[in-house]
């Protein structure tokens, strides 16, 4: 035979596959599970199992056959059914987050390599998708994640909110409102600041140049009530407007820069102080202060107060030395004070020492030195002796007074204490005969404000010393006693010079002794005495020497109440015997004990606690509570109460 002829009917007769080119190695991935077969075969032997939705390299070797890896295993897969990897479709980069931990895929393929876990509210930029899939960069790494799991963050539900709020600390703003965003600034400690919007948590404000948002759960809000204020610096800058509205505004502006309080937002806008003047509260810069009660400063050193809570900021007043001072409001750091008409910051330091301030009922005094001062508004001013005061308070070596209306403060050793404002079960008593109602009471010291006529009906409210406390036709005043006591009232104090008293608690025998004292303050006559229940173990009765405080004619316990309650520290008492209702008829029997049965008062018998209470003027008698060592006078049983 012809050998070309033959050569061309061999190559005829070649399988067309070794004519074929196979194709270059290729990604690719299955929709149902294959396996990894040790030869490029069909065979029913396996080196493993491949899950569909696995993206392999692939490198065929034949038409029906290709080698690769997977798991560190190289084998053969039957790729006549292979899919080709997902096409991507580029996007304009935008912001998203993931609101749930997911993991970031190295290809867009249900099980691809994981290259990271992405923490749930991480900012991502999508870049490109898929079919099922986005494309995102986060953290330095781009990679793939299921595009349900993945949330636009110009999506996020924004809610309106023109809260204020504030921070005691610094507190990061994030770029978005989310736990792992960016941290863009810190918010000035104090500072005030209006939330545009809230949304997952967060508010929205703006600071300068920045949106930025904040931790709801990481500021104060500023409540409307008493419990915080706003103090605003007010530049001549600022614009000042006659009411709460754009067309309104004043023809004048500061002649320089204050700092005033501000009343809350109304439509946008904040009026300065008392006066009927209002800026934008977007114009100014404010500061969150918490009102005080009851604690004033003595002022140790010259001190400036400054336009804004921190150190080196411009001074807009100052405090001198000696200079005695109600503080309205404070941060933690610093008070806010007002002097000569201008608010301004001091720093808590050693410049200033707060005397918290025990609140009293109301009581009478008297001045004793004629070079007494009394400092009021931040001045100081002489006064002369036998000058009435109604004393208000305790601080330190001071007392708070009214003194025409005005708060002030006097020394303690420049005053005597005539007696305490006390209540009574209040009960309406007949005049028997003319009675002069006095604005004061003290004979000497008092002037007549009115007077009952015989037959006269008031109300009997209270007692100071030996005068009862009346309203009557619309006043209210002082009047001597006779004729009107009642069982209410009786055994309360005859005449102003009735004698002192002192209180002696042994707690190892739980008896409680009432002595006379002589005009050297020594212990004199026994006058009663009484077995007491004291504190437990838990809770015991202090040990010291302790002033008569506040006094209630019916304490509210939480299950309770107790007639005749003198409270001797904080929240520790000397009265009656636990009642059901207020009336002592309503005696809760069980609880009639002695020995360590309270929280640390003095349970007592009725009669008792009853004379304590009428006889031991509060701020003026001691209670002196002992463990054992305390020798009990010799007529102790004739006086003890029951």
């Known amino acids: 035979m012809n050998r070309k002829l033959l050569i061309l009917l061999c190559i005829m007769l070649l399988p067309l596959w070794a004519l074929a080119e196979l194709p270059e190695p290729f990604t690719g991935y299955f929709e149902k599970v294959m396996f990894l077969r040790p030869a490029p075969a069909a065979s029913s032997d396996s080196l493993a199992t491949i899950p569909e939705g696995t993206p392999l390299l692939l490198e065929p070797v034949n038409e029906r056959f290709a080698r690769a890896t997977y798991q560190g295993k190289t084998g053969y897969v039957y790729y006549a059914e292979v899919k080709p990897m997902p096409q991507e479709r580029k996007v304009e980069p935008y912001p998203a987050y993931l609101p749930q931990n997911k993991y970031l895929f190295a290809l867009p393929m249900d099980n691809a390599e994981v290259l990271m876990t992405v923490q749930a509210e991480t900012p991502v930029t999508v870049t490109a998708r898929t079919d099922r899939f986005l494309r995102i960069e986060t953290g330095g790494k781009a990679g793939y994640v299921y595009d349900r799991d993945v949330q636009d963050i110009g999506d996020m539900a924004m809610d309106a909110a023109k809260a204020e709020f504030y921070a005691d600390r610094a507190v990061t703003a994030r770029q978005y409102p989310l736990r792992h965003a960016a941290k863009v600034l810190s918010i000035e400690p104090n500072r005030v600041y209006i939330a ?95 009102a005080i009660e009851d604690q004033f400063l003595q002022i140790t050193e010259e001190a400036p107060l400054l336009l804004h809570p921190e150190d080196g900021a411009e001074e807009t007043a100052s405090v001198t030395a000696g200079q005695l001072m109600d503080v309205a409001y404070a941060t933690e750091q610093w008070y806010l004070l007002e002097v000569g008409g201008r608010w301004g910051f001091l720093k808590k330091d050693t410049s200033a020492v707060p005397l918290a301030i025990d609140l009293q009922m109301t009581t009478t005094a008297a001045v004793l030195s004629e070079d007494a001062s009394v400092f009021t508004g931040g001045s100081e001013k002489a006064c002369r002796a036998g000058l009435r005061l109604h004393v208000t308070a305790s601080a330190g070596d001071y007392y708070r007074i009214d003194l025409d209306g005005r708060a002030g403060y006097v020394l303690k050793e420049a005053v005597q204490l005539l007696g305490t ?136 316990f939480t299950l309770s109440y107790t007639p005749h309650t003198t409270e001797y520290v904080k929240a520790r008492y000397i009265h009656g015997w636990p009642c059901e209702k207020k009336s002592v008829g309503t005696v809760m029997t069980g609880l009639i004990q002695t020995g360590m049965v309270t929280g640390g008062c003095l349970r007592s018998p009725f009669e008792f606690a009853r004379w304590v209470y009428l006889n031991c003027p509060s701020y003026q008698t001691k209670l002196v509570i002992v463990s054992g060592g305390f020798e009990a006078p010799a007529n102790a049983q004739s006086v003890r109460v029951r």
């Not at 948590?201 to 008493?226: C, N």
């Not at 007549?448 to 100071?464: C, D, H, K, L, S």
């Not at 006379?516 to 040990?543: D, F, H």
């Open 196 to 290: 545009e919007a809230v949304c997952n948590g967060y508010y929205r404000i703006t600071v300068g140049d920045d949106v930025v948002y904040v931790p709801v759960g990481e500021v104060e809000s500023i409540r409307r009530g008493k419990d915080s204020a706003r103090a605003a610096i007010i530049t001549p800058e600022t614009e000042l407007f006659t009411a709460p509205a754009l067309s309104a505004a004043a023809d004048r502006r500061l002649p320089e820069t204050q700092l005033f309080l501000l009343g809350p937002i109304t439509n946008g806008f904040q009026r300065l102080g008392s006066a009927d003047v209002y800026v934008r509260a977007n114009d100014v810069t404010s500061y969150a202060v918490g």
């Open 421 to 556: 404002d006390t209540e009574l079960a209040a009960y309406t008593a007949t005049a028997p005969a003319d009675i002069a109602m006095m604005d004061f009471p003290d004979a000497a010291l008092s002037s007549v404000i009115g007077t009952i006529p015989a037959g006269g009906q008031m109300r009997v409210t209270g007692f100071n010393r030996c005068y009862l406390i009346v309203k009557w036709n619309g006043m209210t005043g002082y009047v001597r006693q006779e004729g009107l006591l009642t069982a209410e009232t009786r055994g309360m104090p005859e005449t102003e010079d009735a004698p002192a008293y002192e209180l002696v608690l042994d707690k190892s025998t739980g008896m409680t002794y009432a002595f006379r004292l002589t005009e050297t303050g020594e212990y004199g006559e026994l006058v009663i005495c009484a077995q007491v229940g004291t504190g437990k173990r838990t809770t015991p009765t202090p040990s010291g020497t302790f002033l008569l405080g506040r006094k209630e004619r019916w304490h509210a």
